[in-house]
C-alpha cells in the first residue's frame, strides 16, 4: 500500500474520531449543564440544549426513571458513550486500511 493512500485513511479515520468526540462533548456538556442548573433562558445553553436533544433523539426518552436528573443522565450518556464507541471503531477500521 502507497504512503499516500495510507495517509488518505489516517486523515478519514481522523476526522471521523474528531467528530465522535464533538458529539460526545456536546452531550457530556449538556448533562454536566442540566445538573449544575443552567440558566436555559441563555444562548449557549439553548444551543447545547438543541444539538444534545438532535443528537440523542432516538436515546432521550429510552429510560422512565422517576428522577429527571437520572433520565437525563441516561439518555443522553448513552448517546454519547455510543456514538464514542461507534466513532472511534469506524475510525480505527479506517486506520487500517
Request: aromatic share 12%.
Amino acid at each position: 500500500m502507497s504512503p499516500r493512500s495510507r495517509s488518505g485513511s489516517n486523515s478519514a479515520g481522523t476526522a471521523v474520531a474528531v467528530i465522535a468526540d464533538i458529539m460526545a462533548v456536546i452531550l457530556g456538556l449538556w448533562i454536566l449543564m442540566y445538573l449544575l442548573d443552567a440558566n436555559r433562558a441563555n444562548d449557549l445553553v439553548r444551543f447545547v440544549h438543541d444539538a444534545a436533544n438532535w443528537l440523542a433523539g432516538w436515546s432521550r426518552d429510552l429510560f422512565t426513571f422517576d428522577e429527571a436528573w437520572a433520565r437525563v443522565v441516561a439518555g443522553y450518556g448513552l448517546a454519547a458513550v455510543v456514538y464514542l464507541f461507534v466513532g472511534h471503531a469506524i475510525a480505527n477500521r479506517l486506520g487500517r486500511r
